[in-house]
């Protein structure tokens, strides 16, 4: 018998900056050639702009990934309401949904966590995180042997603010109290972005500069965060993909 074709989504909930387009051919690519791997096929629908499957296709996909969004999960636009509703439907199905930075707060949100404003403020560059020990389960996506810390870039100035009694905490750190947490064994959320490199995150860190939105200040020290070191990003991919696709691996 021949092993079907995996297939997985991606509902991007950006739009492609300038650089991203340029040199990786927009998120999606950065996506796929993060989590994805030979053989799969991965679509992609552009939710910030009103692109979403179909009900009738849902049980097609092994599993979906939410990527971050200059949005606010706590908003109330039309296309995230709908991928909020969209979610519940995945949760009852209970697929396999990875929510990166806006993701893991809009599955947080629909399953009863609170979101907002980051209680610390923006939070940008590369941070260690810390994984809650009795919580992760060896075995599962983290392999057998589970780090007691991991580096990730971070990008946020929302934040999951509580949890709701269904979730299990994963990871927090000084800056953020919830870095990682699971639903059940379908959904799983980050918090960082484990798909970013360095390129990506200057990137956004010059961009939002440029805006005003930061002081140039605070950008400096976010660029310098990544002198020295480097997020574990091969852990990071190794543990997103275990978790997609159902197995478990050393990260």
Known sequence: MVN?????????????????????????NVFVSSFGEEGEQWDLFRVIDGEFPEDKDLDK??????????????????????????CQKLDDMKKKVLGICFGHQILSRIKGGKVGRASSGVDMGLRSITMVKDAVKPGVYFGSQIPKSLAIIKCHQDEVL?????????????????????????????????????????????????????????ADKAKATME????????????????????SEQV
Not at 4 to 28: H, N
């Open 162 to 218: 509580e949890l709701s009694e269904s979730a299990t905490l994963l990871a927090y750190s000084d800056k953020c109290n919830v870095e990682m947490c699971s639903y059940g064994d379908h959904f799983l959320c980050i918090q960082g972005h484990p798909e970013y490199n360095k390129e990506i995150l200057f990137e956004i860190i010059d961009r939002v500069a440029n805006m005003k939105l930061m002081e140039q200040d605070y």
């Open 61 to 86: 996909y092994d599993g979906f990934v939410i990527s971050g969004s200059l949005h606010d999960a706590f908003g109330d636009d039309d296309w995230i309401v709908k991928l909020c509703s969209l």
């Open 4 to 28: 079907e074709q995996k297939r997985f989504a991606l509902f991007l909930a950006t739009s492609d900056s300038t650089l991203v387009k340029k040199t990786y051919g927009g998120y999606f």
């Open 228 to 247: 020295s070191a480097e997020p574990d990003r091969k852990q990071w991919l190794t543990l997103c993909k275990n978790f997609l696709k159902g197995r």
